[in-house]
Structures are given as C-alpha cells and as structure tokens.
C-alpha cells in the first residue's frame, strides 16, 4: 500500500492496506493492524476522503489507547494525522488542539527538543497561515 501511496493510486493503495489488515487480523497482530489502519487513514487524507479518514483514524486511536496506553508515539502520530484532517477540513481550531496534545506527548516521550515536535510545529504554523487568510 505505501508504494502505491507514493505514487498517489490511492485507490490501489487503499486496496493492498486492506489485504494487510485482514492477514493482521487472521494472526491477531494488534500493534500491526493499529499501524495500517492508521495508514488507511493517511492514505483516506491523502485522496481527500474526509469521512474514512476520521472513521479510521478514530479506530486507530481508540485501539492505540487499548492495546498501548494513552503515552506513546503511535498515539503522537495519530493526534498530528486528526490535526491534519481538521486543517484540511478547515477546523483549524480543532487542528490545533489535535497538535498541540501531539506536542505535549513527544514532549514527554522525548524532550523539549526532538524532530517530531518540530515537524508538528511547521503544521501549526502553516494552520495559523490558513487562518489568518479566512479572517482576513
């Protein structure tokens, strides 16, 4: 799926991640199946399929929370994803929220100073960007 992701068949993407979580679920892989949900998710996003994308990505949150606890990357990296839906979504201020408790846990998980904060940073700049040209 992530090849064809690359390559922006999303639809032949979204098609391969699902043959995976279906093998995932047969053998009970838990932590595998929250990680290709969640790229299901990503892949929703990235063809701009709103709906599926907070359909999944609410599936990979809540079974990150279960399977993992409420502090760890996988759920750092979920929090930036739902950001990123409401940015596009243009729910800017829920995007914000969302990045900011991905903040907080990277910060907790790794420091102050670390590449995912940084990355989740650049997204809130570019939503204040956003606002600021809806306001204006």
Not at 57 to 73: F, I, K, P, Q, T
Not at 103 to 131: E, F, P, Q, R, S
Request: proline content about 0%; overall charge negative; glycine content about 6%.
């Amino acid at each position: 799926g992530t090849i064809y992701n690359a390559q922006r068949d999303y639809d032949k993407s979204e098609e391969y991640y699902l043959k995976a979580l279906g093998i995932q679920r047969n053998l009970s892989a838990k932590k595998e199946q929250i990680d290709t949900i969640h790229s299901l998710a990503d892949n929703c996003l990235d063809k701009r399929d709103f709906d599926n994308a907070e359909k999944y990505l609410m599936e990979a949150l809540s079974a990150s929370r279960n399977l993992l606890g409420d502090d760890n990357d996988t759920i750092s990296s979920i929090y930036n994803s739902i950001g990123a839906l409401y940015d596009f979504t243009e729910k800017y201020e829920e995007a914000i929220n969302y990045a900011i408790k991905s903040i907080n846990l990277d910060t907790k998980l790794y420091g102050k100073y670390n590449v995912n904060t940084a990355y989740v940073y650049h997204n809130i700049a570019g939503t204040y960007c956003k606002m600021s040209l809806t306001e204006g």
